[in-house]
């Protein structure tokens, strides 16, 4: 069964960073893009960040410039590192990840709690 573990949220100044990380486990072929959302209190689900397994990235605008999404291909990690962070960022943010098994799939982490103080 194939898993995404995340860690690093928290609660942070407005200003601060925190680094986040996800790790896919279980048996599976190869994984795809990776990335990483969040979704706000009464709001939608939406993208924060993504990295294919060559490197690209992508950046949504409301967070271009203030985050680095990258991977560990040998270890089957993301990582989202936030930096000037505001109170809008608060958010509970999820790991995503395409991931071949036996079929193409869309697998999803627990989510992690980011808080932005002001």
């Known amino acids: 069964q194939v898993q995404l573990v995340e860690s690093g949220g928290g609660l942070v100044q407005a200003g601060g960073s925190l680094r986040l990380s996800c790790e896919a486990s279980g048996r599976f072929f190869s994984i795809n893009a990776m990335g990483w959302y969040r979704q706000a209190p009464g709001k939608q689900r939406e993208l924060g960040a993504t990295?294919?397994?060559?490197?690209?990235?992508t950046y949504a605008d409301p967070v271009k410039g203030r985050v680095t999404v990258s991977r560990e291909n040998a270890k089957n990690t993301v990582y989202l590192r936030m930096s000037s962070l505001k109170p809008a960022d608060t958010a509970v943010y999820y790991c995503?990840?395409?991931?071949?098994?036996?079929?193409?799939?869309?697998?999803w982490g627990q989510g992690t709690q980011v808080t932005v103080s002001s």
């Open positions: 990295i294919t397994s060559g490197g690209i990235t």
């Open positions: 995503h990840a395409v991931i071949i098994t036996t079929y193409r799939g869309n697998y």
